[in-house]
């Protein structure tokens, strides 16, 4: 590891990663612990702050892989659905909807976290350099290997074929 890449950052990026790193760390907390707990209510109000503090704040950052239109890059498209699931989980818990804010909140700490955050280890990116100094072809690898791991628990969780759609 080569924390060098991270000394000369702008501030917005430091803000941004501090706040993806934070919402990586208290996601289970507020995720998985018993509903309506002191610390689930906590970490989850924590994480709701840093998740839009993520969100926002990446409209401060430039587009370095596939960038569209003035700094912009397909992956500031994610910024609006982030903001519209953590308002809707939100309100869903607020309405009592148990099981729509955990969809929600749930959905988006995989999907919308973990998802975009293996992205961050595509070469070239500062998290990529950081990780992988001087072999930043590794990044695809961590990427591979963890989609790969994410489908298999994916098709351990669907279960087996009903027995009229096996072959034989």
Do not use: C
């Amino acid at each position: 590891m080569d924390f060098s890449h991270l000394t000369n950052l702008p501030l917005a990026l430091h803000i941004h990663l501090l706040a993806a790193i934070s919402a990586v760390v208290l996601g289970p907390v507020a995720l998985y612990r018993r509903q309506r707990d002191i610390w689930h209510k906590t970490a989850g109000y924590l994480w709701v702050v840093v998740m839009l503090t993520v969100a926002v704040g990446a409209f401060w950052l430039e587009a370095v892989i596939l960038p569209i239109w003035g700094g912009f890059g397909v992956i500031h498209l994610l910024a609006g659905p982030v903001i519209w699931t953590l308002w809707h989980g939100v309100q869903a818990a607020r309405a009592g909807h148990v099981a729509r804010h955990r969809a929600y909140m749930r959905g988006l700490y995989w999907q919308g976290l973990m998802v975009a955050g293996l992205f961050t280890l595509l070469p070239y990116r500062v998290l990529n350099r950081v990780l992988f100094p001087g072999t930043p072809e590794l990044g695809y690898g961590v990427i591979l290997v963890v989609a790969l791991g994410a489908g298999i628990v994916a098709m351990r969780r669907r279960g087996p074929a009903p027995e009229a759609d096996r072959p034989g």
